[in-house]
């Protein structure tokens, strides 16, 4: 194809695929930007739950540590404050493994969006 092109046209073939080129890759950056955004936005929230979740756990033991003191009413309260606390827990364990999923995601998209645009650097380079 280029070699039945003349060398103006080529140019403008070649400037109209450098164009095409440079708003894809807008494009992806702003859509990685977004999910990148969305992500944070997401761990500050899962952040915001586990610390609810740890104070609920603080709460919670200090309940079991003064129920305790009282013997006839520590079984029944016991059982009870167990149930909430090991739910606490288990949702608190969970927040901090999905924050965690999350963190690495963005780390990865992070890296995902320097690679690319790193590559989309040097090919800019070789083609200036």
């Known amino acids: 194809m280029w070699t039945q092109l003349g060398t103006g046209q080529q140019a403008r073939a070649y400037a109209r695929m450098a164009d095409e080129q440079a708003r894809e890759n807008a494009e992806f950056a702003a859509t990685m930007t977004e999910r990148i955004a969305e992500r944070q936005k997401v761990i500050h929230e899962l952040e ?4 609810v ?3 609920r756990v603080a709460e919670t033991k ?3 540590g003064s129920e305790a003191r009282r013997a006839d009413q520590a079984e029944t309260r016991l059982v009870d404050e167990a149930a909430r606390l090991e739910d606490a ?3 608190a364990a969970e927040a901090i493994v999905l924050a965690a999923e999350l963190e690495q995601e963005v780390i990865d998209l992070k890296a995902e969006l320097l690679a690319w645009e ?4 040097l090919e800019l380079r070789k083609h200036a």
């Open 48 to 51: 915001g739950e586990l610390a």
């Open 53 to 55: 979740a740890h104070c």
């Open 62 to 64: 200090a309940k079991l």
């Open 89 to 91: 827990e288990q949702r």
């Open 118 to 121: 790193s590559t989309a650097s």
